[in-house]
């Protein structure tokens, strides 16, 4: 899977990752998200996490420790360069998200 990554990838997928640790001071291991990027890459397991019907376990659980600013939701949001990895309903979707819980 790596070496299909593209430079823009492998910088989304590092700068993802960098969360983690903050993640697990605040008590919350993201184990599920963990497996997802190894099985998908970081792109997919956003792009799947964000079109998902329902809030994933993970962004709840980081709205319950006040931090979204760590959901993968606000990481994409945030950071305008990794736009281009998204579709534009994946985009708006998680724009939505955002402004459903108070975030935007």
Do not use: K
């Not at 993968?72 to 708006?92: C, G, K, M, S």
């Amino acid at each position: 899977m790596a070496s299909n990554l593209s430079a823009l990838e492998r910088e989304f997928q590092d700068a993802c990752l960098a969360g983690i640790p903050e993640a697990q001071r605040l008590g919350y291991n993201p184990t599920r998200f963990l497996q997802m990027v190894g099985e998908f890459g970081a792109r997919e397991t956003a792009r799947r996490l964000m079109n998902a019907q329902q809030y994933p376990e993970g962004f709840s659980r980081l709205w319950e420790l006040h931090r979204l600013d760590l959901t993968i939701e606000a990481f994409v949001h945030d950071n305008p360069r990794f736009w281009v990895l998204f579709d534009p309903q994946t985009l708006t979707n998680c724009d939505n998200r955002l402004r459903e819980v108070g975030y935007l």
